[in-house]
């Protein structure tokens, strides 16, 4: 068993704050998976569906290898993924390295989507809706990264996770 510091912080989060979070994750994936539409082959969005298999393969292993040795294992972290992962995986059966690798992809999801959207923008043209989606798709970004710094300081594995944003 792994032993946090945990003489502060919240025991759980309310049910408000963990919803609101998982529709801006929502928003982001949904977003992102429309912005990547425009690459298709035979009529079928190809480059979209990949993302999504990839996302949902990153996002379950990201239960085990991150959420199974956390304090929130079980319990209701803000984002409600503690409950999650005890649904799925046995505690502490995770490896907390490959759980480190993987959380690069919440760094990588702004640049790479944007960059995929540009290059989708220019070769298939530009419209109102798909300039539109990548202005709000930016929008819930720069919010979600807005909102890490209370939330981490509020977080009772503020100090052990790896991308805790209170310790900065
Ligand atoms: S605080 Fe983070 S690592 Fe811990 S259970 Fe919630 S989402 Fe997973």
């Known amino acids: 068993m792994t032993s946090f510091d945990t003489t502060s912080g919240r025991e759980s989060f309310i049910i408000e704050q963990i919803i609101f979070e998982n529709i801006l994750f929502i928003l982001n994936w949904g977003i992102g998976f429309i912005l990547l539409m425009s690459f298709q082959f035979k009529g079928i969005p190809v480059v979209s569906f990949l993302y999504l298999i990839l996302l949902l393969t990153v996002q379950v292993l990201l ?91 509020t977080c009772k594995m503020r100090f052990t996770c790896a991308g805790s944003a209170a310790k900065t």
Do not use: D
């Open 63 to 153: 239960k085990k290898h991150n959420c199974s040795s956390c304090y929130y294992y079980g319990k209701w972290c803000h984002l409600g993924w503690g409950k999650i992962s005890r649904i799925l995986f046995e505690q502490n059966s995770g490896n907390l390295n490959i759980g480190k690798k993987l959380s690069i992809s919440y760094i990588l999801q702004l640049p790479l989507i944007t960059l995929f959207a540009i290059i989708a923008g220019l070769i298939y043209g530009y419209t109102f809706w798909s300039v539109g989606l990548l202005i709000i798709f930016i929008l819930v970004n720069i919010l979600q990264v807005v909102l890490r710094k209370p939330v981490c300081k």
